[in-house]
T-cell receptor, first 111, second 115 residues
Framework: SQQGEEDPQALSIQEGENATMNCSYK?????LQWYRQNSGRGLVHLIL?????REKHSGRLRVTLDTSKKSSSLLITASRAADTASYFC???????????FGAGTRLFVKA | DTGVSQDPRHKITKRGQNVTFRCDPI?????LYWYRQTLGQGPEFLTY????????KSRLLSDRFSAERPKGSFSTLEIQRTEQGDSAMYLC?????????????FGPGTRLLVL
C-alpha cells in the first residue's frame, strides 16, 4: 500500500497561476521528498525536506512540512506549460529502507 | 556522469516467459532500488540494495521475482513465468549513503507488456 496520499488527484490551471499540491502520510519519517514525472518517463527529484524542517524553497518551489499533521504541501509559483507533469511525494519511514510514494497529482498548465 | 540507465527500454513477452531487466546506477552510488509503476499510480517499492546486499524486499515481490546486484554495481531484476498482471513500468533508482539525504536518481524505466 502507498503511504503518501496526494490531493488533489488532478489540477488544471492557467500559465502564470500558482499550483498547490498536498500530501499526507501515515508513519514517522526521516524526510519527505517531492518528485516530478513527465508523461511516461522517469522521475526527477525536486526537493527534500527533513523532518526537523518546516519550510524549504527552491526556485519557484516552496515546500512545507507539518509533522504533527503528517502532511506536506508543494507550491509551484508562476506556473509554466513546462510544469505539466505528475508530482509525487515520497517518504522514508524511520523503521527501514523503504521509500513510499503517493499516487500523485496530475498537473496540467494551460498556455 | 551518465545517470542511471536501464535496458531494455521496452519488452513485450508472452505469458509464461521469463524476462530479465538490467539497471546500471550512477557509478559512485552504493544504494540501488527497484520499483514498479502502473498507469495512474506512483512507484511501488520492490527491493533495495546497499552495495551487493539486498536489505529489504517488498511483499509485492513474489517468488517469481528475483533481483541481484552481484558486484555492488549493476543490478538485474528477473521475472519468471510472467503473468499479464506483471505488465508495468519497472523503474530503477540509485542514491548515495550519507547524512539524512536519500535523494534517488531514477532511470528511464523498462516498460513491460505481457500478452
Amino acid at each position: 500500500s502507498q503511504q503518501g496520499e496526494e490531493d488533489p488527484q488532478a489540477l488544471s490551471i492557467q500559465e502564470g497561476e500558482n499550483a498547490t499540491m498536498n500530501c499526507s502520510y501515515k508513519t514517522s519519517i526521516n524526510n519527505l521528498q517531492w518528485y516530478r514525472q513527465n508523461s511516461g518517463r522517469g522521475l526527477v527529484h525536486l526537493i527534500l525536506i527533513r523532518s526537523n524542517e518546516r519550510e524549504k524553497h527552491s526556485g519557484r518551489l516552496r515546500v512545507t512540512l507539518d509533522t504533527s499533521k503528517k502532511s506536506s504541501s508543494l507550491l509551484i509559483t508562476a506556473s509554466r506549460a513546462a510544469d505539466t507533469a505528475s508530482y509525487f511525494c515520497a517518504t522514508d519511514d524511520t523503521g527501514g529502507f523503504k521509500t513510499i510514494f503517493g499516487a500523485g497529482t496530475r498537473l496540467f498548465v494551460k498556455a | 556522469d551518465t545517470g542511471v540507465s536501464q535496458d531494455p527500454r521496452h519488452k513485450i513477452t508472452k505469458r509464461g516467459q521469463n524476462v530479465t531487466f538490467r539497471c546500471d546506477p550512477i557509478s559512485e552510488h552504493n544504494r540501488l532500488y527497484w520499483y514498479r509503476q502502473t498507469l495512474g499510480q506512483g512507484p511501488e517499492f520492490l527491493t533495495y540494495f546497499q552495495n551487493e546486499a539486498q536489505l529489504e524486499k517488498s511483499r509485492l515481490l513474489s517468488d517469481r521475482f528475483s533481483a541481484e546486484r552481484p558486484k555492488g554495481s549493476f543490478s538485474t531484476l528477473e521475472i519468471q513465468r510472467t503473468e499479464q498482471g506483471d505488465s508495468a513500468m519497472y523503474l530503477c533508482a540509485s542514491s548515495l549513503t550519507g547524512g539524512m539525504s536519500k535523494t534517488q536518481y531514477f532511470g528511464p524505466g523498462t516498460r513491460l507488456l505481457v500478452l
